[in-house]
């Protein structure tokens, strides 16, 4: 079975501190996805990459950037978090047609 | 762009109901869809999948139909569990791209 893990399934940051959200696949995936998930929005996807070191813009990339400097991992930074940013972060690796996800990262910004 | 549209929800059945939750999307040429289930306080597993036109996608009593002419691609199921209780997100993956755009999501609540 594919699996797509997360760092952390809550964290409780503070408004200003940098925060890194680690996502690790094993299927040897090219393409890996952060998104966003609130509720009565869906999801939303933040950035994308389709390979080591290439990244795409999503719909909502303002205030994150992300990193992949190795294929199976693929790491989003929040370089000055905010109260807005609380939300589920769901990291996914897909192989083409479809994708898979990982468990989730809670995030609260006090 | 692209887009999906799925009913809102929460939907309440009873244990052995029929479930619908419908979807319909907007996109160029052929996209592949897909339904998506998140169980509670988890992430979100692939249910079944369609990639051309008529095809129908199933999985665990679920089906859905990829309908071209109605850009529709509607879930099913005959008999829902509790164990059915869940979050149900309806997207497509547009032809020749990388992403997946999602509907907003449909609450299912299943009673006993």
């Known amino acids: 079975d594919v699996k797509v893990t997360q760092s952390s399934r809550y964290l409780v940051k503070r408004t200003g501190e940098k925060v890194f959200l680690e996502c690790v696949q094993d299927m040897d995936h090219e393409n890996m996805f952060w998104y966003r998930q609130d509720p009565g929005l869906g999801l939303r996807l933040i950035y994308f990459?389709?390979?080591?070191?290439?990244?795409e813009k999503g719909d909502i990339p303002e205030g994150y950037s992300v990193s992949r400097e190795k294929k199976e991992r693929f790491s989003l930074i929040l370089e000055s978090a905010s109260t807005n940013q609380t939300s589920m972060y769901l990291c996914?690796?897909?192989?083409?047609?479809?994708?898979?996800f990982g468990q989730g990262t809670r995030l609260t910004v006090v | 762009g692209d887009s999906v549209t799925q009913m809102e929800g929460p939907v309440t059945l009873s244990e052995e109901a029929f479930l619908t939750i419908n979807c319909t999307y907007t996109a160029t040429g052929y996209p592949s869809l897909f339904w998506y289930v998140q169980y509670p306080g988890e992430g979100l597993q692939l249910l079944l999948k369609a990639t051309k036109a008529d095809d129908k996608g199933s999985n665990k009593g679920f089906e859905a139909t990829y309908r071209k002419e109605t850009t529709s691609f509607h879930l099913e199921k005959g008999s829902v569990q509790v164990s059915d209780s869940a979050v149900y997100f309806c997207a497509l993956r547009g032809a020749g791209s990388y992403q997946l755009t999602f509907g907003k999501g449909t609450k299912l609540s299943v009673i006993p």
């Open positions: 996914a690796s897909s192989y083409g047609r479809g994708a898979f």
């Open positions: 990459s389709y390979d080591v070191k290439m990244k």
